[in-house]
């Protein structure tokens, strides 16, 4: 299995910066693409940003400009938050695409990390 730890959620005032960081474990498996996903009160599970293995990104366009997803070569991945938005209040989440060859590929999630915006 692969454990995602997140850190770096908390309380910021609009306008502000935050940064998240995601730490794989587990050595048995590969990781293709990563990615941090957000679910707001009340509403479904959204992909924020996603980078792959070999660090092309991809945004969601409520956060270009905004958010800058990054990766190193042990796998651990970062989300820099700026100019954050109340509408950005979420609940932070991990994601990992492993692949192992005896159990094939499998979607990998952390515990999630709150974020909130407020003044």
């Known amino acids: 299995q692969v454990h995602l730890l997140e850190s770096g959620g908390g309380l910021v005032q609009p306008g502000g910066s935050l940064r998240l960081s995601c730490v794989p474990s587990?050595?048995?498996?590969?990781?293709?693409?990563m990615a941090w996903y957000r679910q707001r009160e009340g509403s479904e599970r959204e992909l924020v940003a996603s980078i792959s293995y070999g660090g092309s990104s991809k945004y969601a366009d409520s956060v270009k400009g905004r958010f800058t997803i990054s990766r190193d070569n042990l796998n651990q991945m970062s989300l820099q938050m700026n100019a954050l938005k109340p509408e950005d209040t979420a609940v932070y989440y991990c994601?990992?695409?492993?692949?192992?060859?005896?159990?094939?590929?499998?979607?990998?999630w952390g515990q999630g990390t709150q974020v909130t915006v407020s003044p």
């Open positions: 587990g050595s048995a498996w590969s990781i293709n693409v």
């Open positions: 994601n990992a695409d492993g692949y192992n060859p005896s159990e094939g590929e499998k979607l990998f």
